[in-house]
């Protein structure tokens, strides 16, 4: 399986962007996708999880209410939303695939993942 991200780039803090993850086959459907970032210097931190039908979903703290996952199965696509981001979301962003049909915050608990896309948030 392969992941492809995409929708990073540079923004204006208080500023949105839509992130966007393809699965090259259909092998995400009865499982949970999230989306995990790492900023320079950090560990992987979890951000927002989706189950394999899309009725459930978790956020972390930090992005809770700015923040907005979202799957069509259709295509095997995953998406976030981001809204009023600051210079702190600024971090390469990942989406999985997980090893379940409901999200966990572990990255251990996912089998697939993509290569990353950049979000630089400017103050």
């Known amino acids: 399986v392969q992941l492809q991200a995409s929708g990073g780039g540079l923004v204006q803090a208080g500023g949105s962007l839509r992130l966007s993850c393809a699965a090259s086959r259909r092998t995400s459907s009865n499982n949970a996708m999230s989306w995990f970032r790492q900023a320079p210097g950090k560990e992987r931190e979890f951000v927002a999880g989706?189950?394999?039908?899309?009725?459930?979903?978790i956020y972390a703290d930090a992005v809770n209410g700015r923040f907005i996952i979202s799957r069509d199965r259709t295509n095997d696509r995953v998406y976030l939303q981001m809204k009023s981001l600051n210079p702190e979301d600024t971090a390469v962003y990942y989406c999985a695939v997980g090893r379940r049909s409901y999200p966990a915050r572990s990255p251990r608990e996912y089998q697939y993942w993509g290569q990353g896309t950049l979000v630089t948030v400017s103050s």
């Open positions: 989706i189950s394999w039908n899309g009725g459930s979903t």
